[in-house]
Nanobody, 125 residues
């Protein structure tokens, strides 16, 4: 079973930036698409971004397009989420997840089979 460990969350003012990292254990990282989700208090977990196994394709929810960038370094078994121009509504616990296939897309949480513990992102106004 793969282990995913997120880092990089914190408190930032609106308009600021954060870079989340997710380090994966094991030797098969490059075989799977990866995704980032977030969950705000009282809300369901929602898809944020996903990237294919090779990094050749990426997908974003509309509310983060142009502000967030997902990337991966298969040599380091790590996926990243660069978040710029942060807004208070971005406040949530952010989770990385490994999909059960190579291709990325607008898949929901049920299509991912391994999850990290989450990292808190708080954006103050």
């Amino acid at each position: 079973q793969v282990q995913l460990v997120e880092s990089g969350g914190g408190l930032v003012q609106a308009g600021g930036s954060l870079r989340l990292s997710c380090a994966a254990s094991g030797r098969t990282f490059s075989n799977y698409a990866m995704g980032w989700f977030r969950q705000a208090p009282g809300k369901e977990r929602e898809f944020v971004a996903a990237i294919s196994y090779s990094g050749g394709s990426a997908y974003y929810i509309d509310s983060v397009k142009g502000r967030f960038t997902i990337s991966r370094d298969n040599a380091k078994n790590t996926v990243y989420l660069q978040m710029n121009s942060l807004k208070p509504e971005d406040t949530a616990v952010y989770y990385c997840a490994r999909r059960s296939g190579r291709l990325a897309g607008y898949y929901g949480p049920d299509d991912y089979n391994s999850w990290g513990q989450g990292t808190q992102v708080t954006v103050s106004s």
